[in-house]
């Protein structure tokens, strides 16, 4: 699916540098780093019917592998195979107009997706139903808090046929109904040979419904595989917390 992946950033575009701090850091003998790189050389196999989790720390490059493999963001280094049709939900309520109803984000979202007119009616009333925000779905999205947003985004996202799924940190937003709810959409995209790619930091979650994962350190990859032992490699090196395990997973 990608190989050899590497985006670089040109601080350069960033950072306003007025002539007296350049003066200042050549008479000083400083250099300022130019270039970063997001991601370096990372390598992502899917295949139909997995789940890949992915997981690292904040600024590890993980929301910028999700625009590569969302066809948002083109590699600097690299190359990238899609075969299927890609729904991304990577933003709460990414796209959204903030005065528009969330009916009428739903049409927009879906257009925004390739899908208008009756096709996109059709699939309305179940958006509606699965994101459950009652009266809220008339009034204007800038009324809604993060995790309406969330429950909206997710449901026009996954309500749409599609080969493969990317998620950015969304899943944790929202009441403990709604993320069973997403999860139990998920595995029923996974089990009908669809595939997906989830960006989070649930590490239970990755553990108890991801086939794989991958984890992302400094841009590059640290460990990509059982999602335990991934989990727990990755834990020993940041301290980050281990839930204990299910019954079953255990």
């Known amino acids: ?13 960033r950072r306003r540098q007025t002539l007296r701090d350049a003066l200042d850091d050549l008479f000083h003998g400083r250099r300022q780093q130019t270039v970063i790189w997001a991601l370096r ?3 992502v196999v899917l295949r139909p019917g997995e789940a890949l989790g992915v997981i690292g720390r904040n600024g590890a490059g ?3 592998l999700m625009l590569v493999l969302a066809g948002i963001l083109q590699p600097d280094e690299g190359w ?19 005065e528009l109803s969330g009916r009428e984000n739903i049409l927009l979202g879906l257009a925004f997706m390739g899908i208008d007119g009756r096709a996109a009616e059709a699939l309305t009333p179940g958006i509606i139903e699965f994101a459950d925000l009652g009266a809220f779905i008339d009034a ?15 449901a026009v996202a996954t309500a749409v046929e599609s080969e493969i799924l990317v998620i950015d940190e969304v899943l944790s937003t929202g009441d403990v109904a ?10 029923e995209l996974v089990a009908g040979a669809h595939a997906a790619v989830i960006v989070t930091h649930d590490l239970q ?4 419904a991801c ?20 989990v727990e490699a990755y834990r020993a090196a940041t301290a980050a917390p281990l839930p204990a395990a299910s019954p079953a997973t255990a």
């Open 62 to 64: 993980k929301s910028t």
């Open 1 to 13: 699916m990608a190989r050899g992946i590497s985006v670089r950033y040109d601080l350069r575009l």
């Open 41 to 43: 050389g990372v390598d």
């Open 211 to 230: 086939s794989r994962a991958l984890w992302l350190d400094g841009g590059k990859v640290a460990a990509e595989g059982d999602p335990r032992a991934v």
């Open 140 to 154: 204007p999205a800038r009324t809604y808090s993060t995790g309406m947003r969330a429950r909206l985004g997710f």
């Open 205 to 208: 979650y990755v553990i108890d």
């Open 178 to 187: 709604f993320r069973a709810k997403s999860r139990e959409r998920i595995d």
């Open 80 to 98: 990238l195979e899609i075969r299927g049709r890609v729904s991304a939900l990577l933003a709460l309520g990414a796209g959204f107009d903030p």
